[in-house]
């Protein structure tokens, strides 16, 4: 079959006779093509089942040009609209499993209707398929008594597992884990890539958004543009980033942990930032820079907690401006740049060397400038490279003026370097996916 497996042309789609006549869908203009997976997101009531449901044959086009596998099915008769959802595997919200037969009879179902299976194949095909989306403990028990992300799994067991020419699918990791989630999407995923099957899905789960080779964007029943849709994504990911880490006070948090947990969270926002990444090339610079800043602010006031500190500032290496950017435990406002080479910490950022200094303003290297925008008085310091895995200084942290008036000893400093090792790694990553997005964007 050459054309487009989906061909849609000025469709129009109404609801209700009458006075109560409401339009829903208005002018939609798009093609599908073999083996394509397109992802329809847009907000509740914005008409995404509608348009699947008319895309599914499930009922009839009213204006416009519906074509579906080959028949036009604005006008099409009761038959060919069977004909054309028998090519098709539907994933929808409400499972339409048959409640009393068990999970396989419900999988089996799905198959007898392609008319493409023997009686012996059907049973083995059946129980596969449910195999491999994690339900081989299950297959012998009635829908009824199954949980909702079960039934879930099977209803998609059984749209797979005929592989259908098209599958359309509503929000089908939704009573998902994350994990299962994934399964189920990388298979539908290597369905289309392997034997061509289209596949039409609503999600709004931005942890799938990645296998999409296109995103439409419904909004109020109409197709929105490119960038509407990139936008509508980018905030949609960026207020769940953002929702994510405002429940909770970070400083609280930050405070309560010990020096596991704490390297816990740092894994935790480094995996994040990771995920988002991964999850679609549709991200915003500035939710990694956010994810970097609140990495810094947080090792920062960890620092002065775990070694009785008064102040931790960490600095980034800037190579390519020959400056260090400097980030301090309190919410210092604004961005402090110091030349690299210049201060302590330009010192250690151009040797490599630790540096332990008991009088700061006897020591000839200490630049009091920043003291003075800060308006601090340093004493004592304790300042240590980070390195990147290829032992590269990419940062420099820094200890000020022990609370209890005792310069820093010998033990702070191997102890900081044992817990900076670790730190390095997780500050690069969130570092390097910040910079690699910036440019991106740029
Ligand atoms: N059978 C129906 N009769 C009348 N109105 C309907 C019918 N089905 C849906 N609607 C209305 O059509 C609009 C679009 O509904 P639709 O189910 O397509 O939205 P959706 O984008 O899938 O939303 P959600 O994300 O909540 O599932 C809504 O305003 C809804 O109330
Ligand atoms: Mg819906």
């Known amino acids: 079959m050459g054309e487009a497996p989906v061909r849609v042309r000025n469709l129009n789609h109404y609801y209700g006779r009458g006075a109560l006549r409401k339009q829903i869908l208005f002018d939609i203009d798009t093609d599908i093509d073999r083996g394509e997976i397109v992802i329809v997101t847009g907000p509740s009531g914005s008409g995404k ?10 009922r009839s086009a009213q204006e416009g040009s519906l074509q579906v596998l080959g028949r036009e099915l604005n006008g099409a008769t009761g038959s060919v609209l069977e004909e054309v959802r028998r090519h098709i595997g539907f994933i929808f919200q409400q499972h339409n499993l048959i409640a009393s037969l068990s999970a396989t009879e419900n999988v089996e179902l799905g198959l007898k209707v392609t008319r493409r299976y023997r009686r012996s194949a059907l049973r083995r095909t059946a129980r596969d398929m449910l195999a491999a ?64 099957t289209t596949i039409l899905m609503v999600t709004h789960d931005n942890r799938v958004l990645d296998i999409a080779d296109r995103i439409i964007h419904l909004e109020d029943g109409r197709l929105a543009g490119f960038t509407d849709s990139v936008l509508a994504n980018t905030q949609h990911m960026m207020s769940l980033v953002a929702m994510t880490h405002q429940k909770q006070d970070l400083r609280k948090v930050v405070d309560g942990l010990d ?39 947080a090792a920062t006031r960890k620092l002065t907690q775990l070694f009785d500190a008064e102040r931790a ?63 601090f008085r340093t004493r004592s ?9 290829h032992r590269q200084v990419f940062a420099v942290a820094q200890l000020l003026n022990r609370r209890s008036g005792e310069p820093f000893a010998a033990e702070d400093e191997t102890r900081l370097a044992g817990f900076l090792d670790s730190l390095g790694v997780v500050l690069e990553s969130l570092q390097a996916s910040a910079a690699s997005v910036g440019e991106e964007m740029a």
């Open 49 to 58: 089942t509608t348009l699947l449901t008319l895309v599914g044959a499930l």
């Open 133 to 196: 989306v994690g339900l081989e403990e299950r297959m012998d028990y009635r829908a009824e008594a199954l949980s909702g992300g079960q039934r879930q799994r099977v209803a998609i067991a059984r749209a797979l597992a005929a592989e259908p020419m098209m599958v359309l699918a509503d929000e089908p990791t939704a009573s998902l884990d994350s994990t299962s989630g994934r399964e189920v999407v990388d298979r539908m995923q290597a369905l289309a890539r392997e034997q061509g």
């Open 259 to 297: 020096e596991t947990g704490f390297r816990n969270l740092l894994k935790q926002l480094d995996d994040e930032a990771q995920r988002v990444i991964q999850a679609t090339a549709l991200a915003n610079d500035a939710v990694f820079h956010s994810l970097l800043e609140q990495g810094l602010q």
């Open 313 to 375: 500032s960490l600095f980034l290496v800037e190579p390519e401006r020959g400056t260090l950017l400097l980030r301090v435990s309190d919410n210092v406002e604004g961005e402090i740049r110091i030349p690299i080479g210049t201060g302590i910490a330009g010192a250690v950022a151009a040797t490599g060397e630790p540096v332990r200094v008991d009088d700061a303003y006897a020591d000839a290297r200490f630049n009091p400038e920043v003291d003075k925008l800060l308006g």
């Open 381 to 389: 310091i304790l300042c240590l490279p980070i390195r990147d895995r």
